[in-house]
């Protein structure tokens, strides 16, 4: 059983940084990629950014030169570093953890950006 859980959500101006976090827990293999999604109010959730094991990482092309994702595999812990937040950017952030086996969601983190 994989646990994961976000944080650092919240509210935000326009301009502001954020920073989330998603702790993983419980049986996880060595190879794997964290994912970050968002969903906004009526639309469909979207790919934010990815990082594999070995560090390699992609973005959305929304958020590129904005974001940056990272991880810690000691502490089995991605982050998402949001700067320069615009107000389009409100959604709940979720963060997804594939392994070779399945994949696993956590329970997402609400951040607005206020005008």
């Known amino acids: 059983q994989v646990q994961l859980v976000e944080s650092g959500g919240g509210l935000v101006q326009a301009g502001g940084s954020l920073r989330l976090s998603c702790a993983a827990s419980?049986?996880?293999?060595?190879?794997?990629?964290m994912d970050w999604y968002r969903q906004a109010p009526g639309k469909e959730r979207e790919l934010v950014a990815t990082?594999?094991?070995?560090?390699?990482?992609n973005y959305a092309d929304s958020v590129k030169g904005r974001f940056t994702i990272s991880r810690d595999n000691a502490k089995n812990t991605v982050y998402l570093q949001m700067n320069s937040l615009k107000p389009e950017d409100t959604a709940v952030y979720y963060c997804?953890?594939?392994?070779?086996?399945?994949?696993?969601w956590g329970q997402g983190t609400q951040v607005t950006v206020s005008s």
């Open positions: 419980g049986r996880i293999f060595s190879i794997n990629i």
């Open positions: 990082i594999t094991s070995a560090g390699s990482t």
């Open positions: 997804k953890l594939t392994t070779p086996s399945a994949g696993y």
